[in-house]
């Protein structure tokens, strides 16, 4: 069945530091790919999305790109800031089904 | 800006007892959601439901549990018999019938303590 890995946290970075989550599915077919994210006390809000192969989804500078060849959506972004700590999931769906998450992976950012 | 809300935020309960989750999606949105989170493990789905029934659920999702939209406003989860492996981070979401298709909205969570 369809799934994804994540990279385990947490990781712990400094300000201003480059951020790469790892994020890794097994599907059938061409599922449409997620990033959520989790502030403290807070639900999951929607990162950025891609649906397609090669699609790059962004937002708030963090980047993900739909890499159908190593079946990856790798999260990145360039210069993390404090206000970034949060748990973030990657996770995907077919046809406006369930959501598959992975196991989330925290960041805690540091000044 | 409109947000789905969820009460309560903590709920405690003894092995055996009923609980309802309540959740209030966004009024325009047409599916709902439930998944649950086991401390420390994925965030996973419990059941969907649309037009006032379910329209897919998970091995999770079994007789002890029943969802329902009694009041066109409130979408609420009930477990009838709590176990302690039901302890968990319970999210509801909903989404758009149209426009914006496959991305859900979610609520803050209500933790479930089964003692």
């Known amino acids: 069945g369809n799934s994804v890995t994540q990279m385990e946290g947490p990781v712990t970075l400094s300000e201003e530091a480059f951020l790469t989550i790892n994020c890794t599915y097994t599907?059938?077919?061409?599922?449409?790919l997620f990033w959520y994210v989790q502030y403290p006390g807070e639900g999951l809000q929607l990162l950025l999305k891609a649906t397609k192969a090669d699609d790059k989804g962004s937002n708030k500078g963090f980047e993900a790109t739909y890499r159908k060849e190593t079946t990856s959506f790798h999260l990145e972004k360039g210069s993390v800031q404090v206000s970034d700590s949060a748990v973030y999931f990657c996770a995907l769906n077919q046809a406006g089904t369930a959501l598959i998450f992975g196991k989330g992976t925290t960041l805690s950012v540091s000044s | 800006e409109p947000e789905v809300t969820q009460t309560p935020s903590h709920q405690v309960t003894q092995m055996g007892q009923e609980v309802i989750l309540r959740c209030v999606p966004i009024?325009?949105?047409?599916?709902f959601y439930w998944y649950r989170q086991i401390l420390g493990q994925k965030v996973e789905f419990l059941v969907s439901?649309?037009?006032?029934?379910?329209?897919?659920k998970s091995e999770i999702f079994d007789d002890q549990f029943s969802v329902e939209r009694p009041d066109g406003s409130n979408f609420t989860l009930k477990i009838r018999s709590t176990k302690l492996e039901d302890s968990a981070m319970y999210f509801c979401a909903s989404r758009e019938l149209a426009g914006t298709v496959n991305e859900q909205f979610f609520g803050p969570g209500t933790r479930l303590t089964v003692l």
């Open positions: 439901f649309y037009n006032n029934e379910i329209s897919e």
């Open positions: 009024s325009n949105h047409l599916y």
């Open positions: 599907a059938t077919g061409y599922p449409s």
